[in-house]
């Protein structure tokens, strides 16, 4: 871990917003997948958000879809997280992660963790009921 830095993590009331930012360069590479992944205090660490760099592709897990939005910015090797109308149980310390293979025959990015090659040390996000 450690080859990404994460920030934008803070402590905010429900309904609110926050923006997630990573920057890893090198680590970012095109035609690879990345994505957002989170883990709550006696919870697995789960898969959010997840892209296709260089690509169209985005997907997210239902605890998050419509609410939270992944993108990227080619020029400065910079990937976000637009995250909307928090809840509670949004509380978690996120990670960033790059690297994974797209898996060509799903026509997708892989969700699980373990496939994923380079991480962040991860930023909190803390929602206030």
């Known amino acids: 871990q450690g080859q990404l830095v994460e920030s934008g993590g803070d402590s905010v009331q429900g309904g609110g917003s926050l923006r997630l930012s990573c920057v890893g360069s090198?680590?970012?590479?095109?035609?690879?997948?990345m994505g957002w992944f989170r883990q709550a205090p006696g919870k697995e660490r789960e898969g959010v958000a997840f892209?296709?760099?260089?690509?169209?592709?985005?997907d997210y897990s239902d605890s998050v879809k419509g609410r939270f939005t992944v993108s990227q910015d080619n020029t400065n090797y910079s990937l976000y997280l637009q995250m909307n109308n928090l809840k509670p149980e949004d509380t978690a310390m996120y990670y960033c992660?790059?690297?994974?293979?797209?898996?060509?025959?799903?026509?997708?990015?892989?969700?699980?963790?373990?496939?994923?090659?380079?991480w962040g040390q991860g930023t909190q996000v803390t929602v206030a009921t």
């Open positions: 090198r680590y970012m590479k095109s035609r690879h997948c």
């Open positions: 992660a790059a690297g994974a293979e797209w898996r060509t025959v799903v026509g997708a990015c892989p969700r699980d963790q373990y496939d994923y090659v380079f």
């Open positions: 892209l296709f760099a260089g690509g169209a592709y985005t």
